[in-house]
């Protein structure tokens, strides 16, 4: 063990120079590990070897100074002993990580709490005679009068490493010497060499989307997030674990695809699937409002306002996946390969995470659009430009032009309908304003709410009759009559 001098422990570089084979062995050891990356493995890796040259008094460790408030790394030592060495028990509780049922010595003393791992190296130093290493790691720093209550055994002698400037450096050490002395051990450690190379050619593109696909289903299931350091913990399991798709590879790789997935937690989803055509609408929508517009089709921005109960959300799913089939027909290249598709959602938070495409509709519903500023809005219902983008926390929306874009929103002013008009026909765009003027913003000014709907297709369902404005009109909004509207 590590030489105490008058004054205090030498450096392990003085050590070296002064100690003879000891400090030989201890150099020899630091040369060869001291640069290498160490792993840890999830389970420990079982061992069984002829005595090596290393002793344990070659170790770089010191006896535990009854004064030491606490320890990460102690290590319990017990020599001489004579009683049964039962392996084939010790290798089934030590593969499941139960190291309090083990018996003792080979154990701790008693249960406790506390997060640890615990390598374990018996030496048959004579026969019928053995000395155990259990060399402790544990998560936060141990009381050690805890340590001595209910881990040490009262048989043995408790030590620590002789750290030096590097302490990476010095456990690196302490392990590899450890491992070289034989013996049954049972050891977390993993080494370079223990990891898997790559294989060049095509299994590897096949061994590495294997992995990927393995990453996206356990973020999907498991909903890993940064909280309680999820993400972390469980890349680094994945990464030591033999049986692992992703073993050997990067910690950070696995740890950067794992939060890219964790965003798509909070994304809005795009949506394939979606059954119902304009076959499925009500007559009055289809006959009323959609043939009027879409006669005179300039816009491909809808606003669905008024009553809540009437189909909003289904219509305006509907119009998304037709104006995303028209997209899709008249893209060169698409047609046959991209898949009709919409993203909805009820904050424009949630569109940031992906850039908008002309062939995937978006559709903002059951949100609170009267909360959201003029340049959001206004940027969301025009799609006649190359591209709008908005200012969402830490980055932006992307929305490109002629995309199909739909808003629902429930508030409109009811006290603005006309009492004794015509059943159907035009009427006043004043009448048409005030009614939908609760949709916006309180402060929006007038021009800036003209600046919404000019542009996009306006249609507003009263308990009384509906209403219509086609985007880029001049004239004066439509009302018709119809009974079955909430059909």
């Known amino acids: 063990m590590a030489n105490l001098v008058a004054g205090g422990m030498k450096s392990l570089d003085q050590q070296w120079e002064t100690a003879g084979a000891n400090g030989d062995k201890i150099k020899a050891a630091w040369d060869l590990v001291v640069d290498l990356p160490l792993k840890s493995r999830p389970k420990p890796k079982y061992d069984n070897l002829p005595l090596g040259e290393v002793k344990l008094m070659d170790l770089p460790i010191v006896p535990l100074d009854k004064q030491a408030k606490s320890c990460k790394h102690p290590i319990d030592v017990i020599e001489g002993y004579k009683g049964a060495v039962n392996i084939e028990l010790i290798k ?12 003792l010595p080979f154990g701790p003393k008693s249960k406790h709490e506390v997060g640890f791992t615990m390598g374990l190296t018996v030496l048959e130093t004579a026969p019928g005679e053995h000395t155990i290493i259990k060399c402790y790691e544990f998560e936060e720093m141990m009381l050690q009068t805890v340590f001595r209550a209910s881990f040490a ?4 002698d408790v030590y620590v490493p002789y750290w030096s ?8 050490v302490i392990h590899h010497m450890v491992e070289a002395m034989g013996g049954h051990r049972w050891r977390y450690t993993l ?3 223990e990891c898997p190379t790559r294989k060049k050619g095509p299994q590897e593109v096949s061994s590495l989307e294997a992995g990927f696909e393995v990453l996206e ?9 940064d909280i309680d ?8 399991i994945e990464i030591n674990s033999p049986e692992s798709h992703v073993f050997g590879w990067s910690g950070a790789l696995v740890e950067r695809s794992l939060r890219n997935h964790s965003k798509s937690h909070e994304a809005a989803k795009t949506i394939t699937d979606f059954f119902q055509t304009l076959d499925d609408t009500a007559p009055w929508f289809r006959e009323h409002v959609l043939k009027e517009i879409l006669g005179n089709w300039l816009s491909s921005t809808f606003m669905l306002i008024g009553k809540s109960g009437i189909g909003k959300s289904p219509i305006a799913k509907i119009l998304a996946m037709l104006f995303s089939h028209y997209h899709i027909a008249n893209i060169e290249g698409r047609n046959g390969i991209a898949r009709a598709c919409f993203r909805t959602t009820s904050d424009f938070e949630h569109m940031k995470y992906e850039p908008g495409r002309i062939e995937r509709s978006e559709i903002y519903d059951d949100g609170k659009l009267q909360m959201q500023p003029p340049e959001r809005v206004k940027a969301f219902n025009d799609n006649t430009e190359e591209e709008r983008r908005t200012v969402q926390r830490y980055t932006g929306c992307v929305w490109p032009g002629q995309q199909g874009r739909i808003t629902n929103n429930n508030p409109y002013d009811a006290s603005g309908e006309p009492g004794n008009a015509p059943t159907s026909g035009k009427i006043q765009f004043e009448m048409f304003f005030k009614m939908i003027r609760p949709t916006f913003h309180k402060d929006m000014e007038r021009e ?16 009384r009759r509906v209403y219509y404005w086609a985007g880029h009109s001049r004239g004066q909004p439509f009302q018709i009559e119809v009974q079955d509207r909430f059909n």
């Open 191 to 193: 080494w370079p060499e």
């Open 217 to 225: 289903k356990k973020s999907r299931e498991l909903k890993l997030t």
């Open 448 to 463: 800036d709410v003209i600046a919404c709907i000019k542009r996009s297709n306006v249609v507003l369902c009263t308990d």
């Open 92 to 103: 089934s509780l030590m593969d499941s990580n139960n190291y309090f049922d083990l018996p």
């Open 153 to 156: 055994t009262d048989e043995g």
């Open 229 to 236: 350091n999820r993400i972390t913990r469980f890349a680094e």
């Open 165 to 172: 400037k590097n302490r990476s450096g010095t456990k690196k």
